[in-house]
């Protein structure tokens, strides 16, 4: 079972993406959680797009896939799990939560360091946000987001399993909570404890600075408690949550040409300075 599954995972990853995909665009449009501010077909081309794109980067300079590396590493016995001893069922556990710590550390660092930011910053661009802007990265953005993938698989020693369900757990992760989906108050709570949800997410997808640096994870929700970057609500609600960035507010500022220029313009720097202006005021207190 487990050859059958590793020798047929492309396939197996695609169709659970596309049955995500599925799943959650239905639901959107039956239940949505919020009016979109902006028609949504403009919205799918720049996603379809960028996605098609990154892939093409992605196949063109990476030399192995995910997958592939992590049978040579267990093949030659290289990472952390392959030098110590533990149960096979641990191991694959470990795998899949090394690959969402890693996928939590790559999201922080895109906020923190400006270089990566004026790539991340593509994906925080959108108008609206729902399941397409689960695939709404710059394709270089999508380069990195693979080599950190690889260097944690080659690292911890993810096996080929683990890679596989860890991967894919991610795809539909992220689908799943970037979805404009409503959900009881209280189904949401509680499967806060599990798993990121679509209100948990979106306060990420804040104009505000404050509000878009917490809810950093993907899958499990635990990283953002740990870190101390969880976010329950934001300051003005679901409904009334401007999304986007401050700086490119209308459909003109984020066309296909501009979002793919956007890295290489110069960064603006009115996000940081209200960012400063604000913590202070919360340091202040009343």
């Known amino acids: 079972m487990t050859r059958w599954l590793l020798d047929h995972q492309a396939d197996l990853q695609s169709c659970l993406l596309l049955a995500a995909f599925g799943v959650v665009a239905v639901w959107e449009t039956l239940s949505p959680r919020r009016a979109l501010a902006v028609p949504s077909g403009p919205r799918w081309f720049q996603q379809i797009t960028l996605v098609a794109l990154g892939s093409i980067v992605v ?46 550390a790559q999201h922080r660092l895109t906020h923190a360091v400006p270089l990566l930011w004026r790539f991340h910053q593509i994906h925080h661009s959108d108008l609206d946000v729902d399941c397409g802007t689960s695939i709404r990265h710059h394709p270089v953005e999508a380069l990195v987001s693979q080599a950190v993938v690889l ?62 640096n917490s809810n ?23 409904q ?26 110069p960064l603006p720097q009115v996000g940081v300075r209200r960012a400063r202006v604000e913590s202070l005021e919360v340091s202040a207190g009343p």
């Open 59 to 104: 196949r063109a300079i990476m030399p192995i896939a995910a997958i592939a590396l992590a049978s040579i590493v267990e093949q030659r016995g290289f990472g952390l799990l392959n030098v110590i001893a533990v149960p096979g069922w641990l191991s694959l556990l470990i795998g899949i939560v090394a690959l969402d710590l890693a996928n939590y």
């Open 151 to 212: 260097a944690a698989i080659a690292v911890v020693g993810v096996s080929p399993m683990a890679a596989l369900i860890g991967l894919a757990l991610a795809g539909a992760a992220s689908v799943f909570n970037h979805g404009n989906v409503a959900l009881p108050r209280r189904v949401d709570a509680w499967l806060r404890l599990l798993v990121v949800t679509p209100d948990m997410h979106r306060i990420h997808h804040s104009a505000r600075i404050d509000e878009s």
């Open 216 to 238: 950093f994870a993907n899958l499990l929700p635990w990283w953002d408690r740990l870190f101390s970057t969880y976010g329950c609500d934001p300051h003005l609600g679901q």
């Open 240 to 265: 009334r949550l401007t999304l986007g960035l401050e700086t490119a507010r209308t459909p003109g500022d984020v066309t296909l040409w501009n979002l793919l220029l956007m890295p290489f313009r």
